[in-house]
């Protein structure tokens, strides 16, 4: 049987990776005693692997496709090909900032000020090609982690990644520049990409994984409603919205379906209530495949 060897990120990404395979139809089983998940699909092997070796294992062929940051294939300058850009992240869905930060209290206001200073990080290439394009020299250390405690003791600066920076603003720190931006990417060996039957089950699951992120925030809902108030409710729904009408057995009626956003529908539903709308109907969606 053909298989297809995917690594998923190890680490802060793992659980929300977990639940977007979820929402895309695949169940996934970890234990705390095995790198070795267990997958819903005959035809992936599982591996957990930290998303800063992913595009390395992937590149060297040990993955056919994996998970991981844009800013790790960058890192590591990895060969591989990007799938697909998966915006999603452990807190807000969405990208991520690798910044440079230094303390509240510092003199520092931009990257020139920092020239034959000290700068921790994880992403020491990364910072040293962004230090280089501005032309400023300085001593790029490699960080363990708890990088936010190191200045001004340990450190002049830091590049760290932030989600929403409160975590920098905790530890009394001042972002003074973005040197990535980055997320999440479905990456692929070049040669599994370029084996047929791979490179489609590589495809089906991307467009899996993307179906289940658009659906993320998104609700359905369908409700009944007599002809003469159909222009009264669809008045009511979002205008870019093109919601699904159909005929009832009772040519009278019609029934109305749509995708809205979550947030809106507490304040659409009793509008339409009002609009002559009946036998609402709000329903959660996994997967909106365009």
Known sequence: MN???????????EHSTIDLFRRAGFNITTSTRSYYPAIDDPEIDCMLIRAQEMARYVDDGVLDVGLT????????????????????????????????????GSPFRSVKDLEGKVIATELVETTRRYLAAHGVTSKVEFS???????????????VEVT?????????????????????????????????????Q????????????????????LMLNVHKDN???????????????????????????????DESTVRTI???????????????PLNKIVM
């Open 3 to 13: 298989k297809l060897k995917l690594g998923i990120p190890k680490g802060s990404l």
């Open 69 to 104: 940051g844009r800013d790790w294939v960058e890192e590591c300058g990895a060969r591989v090909h990007t799938v697909a850009d998966l915006i999603y992240a452990k807190q807000s869905f969405g990208k991520v900032r690798w910044v440079l930060a230094v303390p509240d």
């Open 144 to 158: 363990w982690g708890a990088t936010e405690v190191k200045p001004p003791e340990l450190a002049d600066a830091i």
């Open 163 to 199: 989600e929403t920076g409160s975590s920098l603003r905790a530890n009394k720190l001042r972002i003074i520049d973005t040197v990535l931006e980055s997320n999440t990417q479905l990456i692929a060996n070049p040669e599994a990409w370029q084996d047929e039957w791979k490179r």
């Open 201 to 220: 089950k590589i495809s089906d699951l991307q467009m899996l994984l993307e179906g289940a992120i658009s659906a993320l925030g998104k609700v359905g």
């Open 230 to 260: 159909l222009e009264e409710v669809l008045e009511v729904l979002p205008a870019l919205k093109r919601p699904t009408i159909s005929h009832l057995s009772d040519p009278e009626w019609l029934a109305v379906n749509t995708i809205l």
């Open 269 to 283: 539903i009793p509008r339409l209530k009002k609009a002559g709308a009946q036998g609402i109907v709000e329903y």
